[in-house]
């Protein structure tokens, strides 16, 4: 323990480093390392037998029924060696173990009423001391319910709630989806709280396979467990305790240095979005690039990072105006000409205009750019069919929505439909080098250009062509935060959001001259290629961080 204690600190630095302390500690405790053993105090063989008379007691009594004996436990279901005053033995030990259920719902006299009723999804309060429903006294008498002592322990038996853990401070009944354990006098409530708390792993691994993971009141009470003494249970809670409690304090020291990195990487990014000039810009970047081992240790850090240069770039500050350049009215005029001359080819349908008025500018470009909407830009802009095609699974083309559009290629997952030749021609459309898709439908914002791959357009993935305008340029444009907001504040859904083809054509677009694209394109690869190595330094500092917590946890 004492080695443990050492190396707190590399727990700290290490991203799953305290949960698993305390996974750890719990562990310790349940093996008899946590606390010395006292020989001279009644062993668990002894406690054992006083446990068995306190139940024919309470049987005789008429407080309990007299239950079927388990089966005995043979030494090859042990897990390990225990001390010689300790025991193994099963939950069922402990105490008398009863689930709840659930009053019917139609029947409006069995609820809001006095006595709390406990849900899985309020068990892990850890100290119960409120429920959000109470049933009445008719529900009491009338439904399998138990009105369950203070200190009763509590274990959530079904879905995601599977494992965790309560120790009632009131009296409550619960649903059918907890089992509560009223303990004999000769069991610590807390030392059971962390024993079940030990075992959270090993209930969820029981309950998985069906389609609601569940476990069962059978499988908590067969489950096989350590039993110390009764003083050396309260021992081991004291001292569970207080190591919990320096886990705390480590916690809430990371939560403090995380979230102080944060304020310092938020004044920084901050500083670097509000500067006017190049000589401001150029200082706030200096800022940041000096202190990337500082600033950049979280992944979440670099995703703001990614985002800002994103939004950096389509506001004209990642790289310098040139005043070689073409100017954006003889760029546009360019624009239009080659529009025409697709139009005169029967390449492309006449267009409305979409004229962006002043005041709709979302924000701040240089003098030698121009805003304009996506559909001024573009020869076709349209969506995927609005329908199920036929599927034919020796068909060579496959059938794609947004989810298949990955950081600017077309993905072909494993349950990827394809469609024949035929179902192809039907509904093929105008796609050529200059498309760019993007999601609109249920997942919003992927992206993916088009490679000349076989394949027919669900409704959620929108395309369009692209006239003399650089691609990779636009694609930053759609990764950026700023588009984001844009398609969701114009979504429309409740649960599924769907951005309309006229959304899409509408989009303002900070469109610069065509040579400031490429440089804006070339910069924003060079700082991804940079955010991308930060990524794989943390990872590889997490994964050596780790390998090192597992080399220290291994000699304790």
Not at 40 to 46: G, I, L, V
Request: hydrophobic share 35%; net charge positive.
């Amino acid at each position: 323990m004492k080695l443990l204690e050492k190396h707190f600190e590399i727990a700290l630095e290490t991203p799953d480093g305290i949960t698993r302390l305390r996974e750890l500690i719990l562990k310790l405790a349940m093996q008899g390392k946590l606390v010395e053993q006292n020989l001279k105090e009644q062993s668990a063989h002894e406690l054992i037998e006083d446990i068995k008379k306190e139940r024919q007691k309470l049987i005789k009594l008429g407080k309990i029924r007299k239950q079927k004996e388990l089966e005995l436990i043979k030494n090859d279901e042990t897990l390990y060696q225990l001390p010689s005053n300790w025991k193994w033995v099963r939950l069922n030990e402990f105490g008398t173990w009863k689930s709840g259920s659930t009053p019917n719902r139609s029947n409006s006299s069995f609820y809001n009423g006095n006595i709390p009723w406990v849900k899985s999804g309020e068990v892990k309060q850890g100290l119960i001391k409120e429920t959000s429903e109470a049933i009445s006294e008719l529900a009491l008498e009338k439904c399998s319910l138990d009105l369950n002592p203070r200190g009763s322990v509590l274990v959530a038996m079904y879905g995601a709630n599977i494992g965790e853990v309560g120790i009632l401070d009131i009296e409550a009944t619960t649903n059918q989806a907890v089992c509560a354990c009223n303990i004999f006098s000769l069991i610590n409530n807390k030392y059971l709280f962390n024993l079940i708390s030990s075992l959270k792993q090993n209930f969820i691994n029981q309950g998985a396979g069906a389609a609601q993971p569940n476990i069962s009141r059978e499988k908590i009470i067969n489950t096989i467990v350590p039993l110390p003494p009764f003083e050396e249970q309260k021992r081991i809670v004291e001292k569970i305790d207080q190591l919990m409690l320096l886990c705390d304090k480590l916690e809430a020291e990371r939560n403090s240095k995380n979230k102080l990195q944060l304020q310092i990487n938020s004044a920084a990014i901050n500083n670097l979005i509000k500067a006017n000039d190049e000589i401001s810009f150029n200082k706030a970047w200096s800022f940041i690039a000096n202190r990337f081992d500082t600033l950049y240790t979280v992944k979440q850090n670099v995703t703001v990072l990614k985002d800002v240069i994103l939004n950096l770039a389509i506001k004209g500050k990642l790289v310098g105006q040139n005043d070689n350049d073409e100017s954006i009215e003889n760029y546009l005029k360019k624009i239009i000409e080659e529009k025409n001359e697709l139009l005169k080819k029967g390449l492309m349908k006449k267009q409305a205009s979409f004229p962006i008025k002043d005041n709709d500018f979302p924000f701040s470009i240089p003098l030698r750019w121009k805003w304009i909407c996506l559909g001024e830009i573009v020869s076709l802009l349209g969506d995927g069919i609005h329908g199920t095609p036929e599927y034919d699974i020796h068909g060579e083309y496959y059938f794609i929505n947004g989810n298949n559009l990955t950081d600017g290629k077309i993905e072909i997952k494993e349950n990827t439909k394809t469609v024949s030749n035929e179902q192809f021609i039907k509904h093929k459309r105008n796609l050529n080098d200059k498309t760019v898709f993007v999601s609109i439908n249920g997942t919003i914002g992927n992206v993916a250009f088009y490679n000349n791959e076989k394949i027919i357009l669900g409704k959620s993935a929108c395309y369009f062509n692209l006239v003399n305008v650089n691609k990779n340029y636009i694609k930053i444009i759609l990764n950026s935060s700023y588009f984001l907001n844009y398609a969701f504040s114009s979504a429309t859904g409740t649960t599924i959001k769907n951005v309309s083809l006229k959304t899409m054509r509408e989009l303002p677009i900070p469109l610069p001259p065509l040579n400031e694209q490429e440089r804006i394109v070339e910069r924003v690869n060079q700082l991804f290629k940079l955010c991308d190595t930060l990524e794989k330094n943390i990872e590889q500092s997490s994964k050596k961080q780790s390998q090192l917590l597992n080399a220290v946890l291994a000699q304790v």
